[in-house]
């Protein structure tokens, strides 16, 4: 069994940065990829990026794309979300993602390609 466990979650002002951690179980896949999930009041979960396991290719949601930047040490099983230039509009809950099957770009940003997820982090902007 995997479990993943997230931090860094706060409150920020607007035009802020947080960093988000999420550190798996020491159980190691040799080819899965991580990926961030947030979830708002009121909406459905939505994609906001995701990370090949060697770290060579990085997606992100348009809503996100230019202000967070996904990154990962595999040796130490840990995805990050370093995001800047927060808006009120990105509060939520972030939950990071563990896709042990890598099926490619087409699956990506699926909540169903995801085998393992974690408790979630609160961010909250002010403004």
């Known amino acids: 069994q995997v479990h993943l466990v997230e931090s860094g979650g706060g409150l920020v002002q607007a035009g802020g940065s947080l960093r988000l951690s999420c550190a798996a179980s020491a159980r190691y896949f040799a080819n899965y990829a991580m990926g961030w999930f947030r979830q708002a009041p009121g909406k459905e979960r939505e994609f906001v990026a995701a990370i090949s396991w060697s770290g060579s290719y990085t997606y992100y949601s348009d809503s996100v794309k230019g202000r967070f930047t996904i990154s990962r040490e595999k040796t130490q099983n840990t995805v990050y979300l370093q995001m800047n230039s927060l808006k009120p509009e990105d509060t939520a809950v972030y939950y990071c993602?563990?896709?042990?099957?890598?099926?490619?770009?087409?699956?990506?940003?699926?909540?169903?390609?995801?085998?393992?997820w974690g408790q979630g982090t609160q961010v909250t902007v002010s403004s």
């Open positions: 993602a563990l896709d042990t099957v890598p099926r490619g770009s087409r699956w990506y940003d699926t909540i169903e390609e995801y085998d393992y």
